[in-house]
């Protein structure tokens, strides 16, 4: 069993002290590869490019030693934290986040996304994506390979939306594009990426109401809640 494993955050900002200082100790170290190639990733480390994930938990439970995984954006969100803490694998971790990749996007489109709706857009599941996208008027969709903006227009089939693309946020390639639903499909784009979709019925109040105080859809009216009154004394 691993002696620990840190989760590291990355966003494309320099590295903080407590992750270079996990990561200058780690015997192991997991992620894409442009994570191995941060000059923080000790080169005598043992590296496993991350593709399942399930394979990767099994490695560095097995493995002896420190082990440190990195992940884009907040590792909580979505993220690689929930398979390593999965009973199966029976790995603790400790967490160094960055800013998730969904409010980098809203952040790069200048909008609030506390209304917003956040689903994962798989190939097995993107359907169930885009009818999220069909019934709400803002959405975030963390998309994946063959699971991206010109599939996900594909499939909402002639339903007009806006389109707000971010491409390798945090990165020197990183590009932000809007446009329509209808055009996404002609293009190319590149992984890792987010899209926000805008549009249907109450796109144009979307994030210009009162704040909300609930993460999400609207929710239902709240009704005041008052304990009943003790019964008289006799």
Request: glycine residues 10%; hydrophobic residues 45%; neutral net charge.
């Amino acid at each position: 069993m691993t002696d620990r494993v840190t989760v590291i955050g990355w966003d494309g900002s320099p590295l903080t002290a407590a992750a270079r200082s996990a990561l200058s100790a780690a015997t192991l170290v997991a992620g894409a590869a442009h994570h191995l190639a941060l000059p923080e990733v000790p080169p005598t480390a043992e590296r496993i490019r991350l593709g399942s994930l399930g394979l990767a938990a099994r490695r560095i439970a097995g493995h002896r030693g420190t082990a440190v995984v990195l992940a884009d954006g907040d590792p909580g969100f979505f993220g690689v934290v929930r398979t390593l803490r999965a009973p199966e694998h029976g790995l603790e971790v400790e967490v160094v986040p960055a800013v998730s990749s969904v409010a980098a996007a809203f952040a790069r489109a200048g909008m609030p996304w506390d209304d917003a709706q956040v689903v994962v857009a798989q190939r097995r599941t993107l359907r169930r994506a885009v009818n999220v996208c069909r019934a709400h008027p803002k959405v975030a969709v963390l998309t994946s390979p063959g699971a991206g903006p010109a599939e996900l227009a594909l499939l909402l089939d002639g339903v007009h939306r806006t389109f707000v693309i971010c491409e390798e946020l945090g990165t020197d390639r990183e590009q932000v594009t809007v446009l329509t639903s209808d055009k996404a499909a002609d293009h190319s784009w590149r992984d890792p990426n987010v899209v926000i979709v805008i549009g249907g019925a109450g796109a144009a109040a979307a994030g210009t109401a009162e704040p909300g105080w609930l993460l999400g859809a609207p929710a239902a009216p709240c009704r005041l809640y008052t304990s009943p009154s003790p019964p008289p004394r006799r």
